[in-house]
Nanobody
Framework: QLQLVESGGGLVQPGGSLRLSCAASGFSLDYYVIGWFRQAPGKEREGVSYISSSDGRIYYADSVKGRFTISRDNAKNTVYLQMNSLKPEDAAVYYC?????????????????WGQGTQVTVSS
């Protein structure tokens, strides 16, 4: 059974850092893209980053470029999202998701499997 489990969220002060993890089971990251999304209260879910399995292509939303880094450890079947210089507007529930393709998309509706989410709060 395909499953994604996020962890690493929490409360951090503005300017701080967090590293989110997305542990996959039931399938291999060698062949599937993993995307990170977030949803703040009252807002639509938005794409933050993804990493493709076919060519390792990486995407970042403009709002996180230069601050967030996505990486993949195929041996652990885990994808990470390192978030630095966090801002209050980064606060949201963060989800990882996958779809049965090797190429990525920043559109949430194009993903089939989702984790339960992890809360990120940025506040002083």
């Amino acid at each position: 059974q395909l499953q994604l489990v996020e962890s690493g969220g929490g409360l951090v002060q503005p300017g701080g850092s967090l590293r989110l993890s997305c542990a996959a089971s039931g399938f291999s990251l060698d062949y599937y893209v993993i995307g990170w999304f977030r949803q703040a209260p009252g807002k639509e879910r938005e794409g933050v980053s993804y990493i493709s399995s076919s060519d390792g292509r990486i995407y970042y939303a403009d709002s996180v470029k230069g601050r967030f880094t996505i990486s993949r450890d195929n041996a652990k079947n885990t994808v990470y999202l390192q978030m630095n210089s966090l801002k209050p507007e980064d606060a949201a529930v963060y989800y990882c998701a996958t779809r049965p393709y090797s190429t990525g998309s920043s559109v949430p509706a194009e993903y089939d499997y989702w984790g339960q989410g992890t809360q990120v709060t940025v506040s002083s």
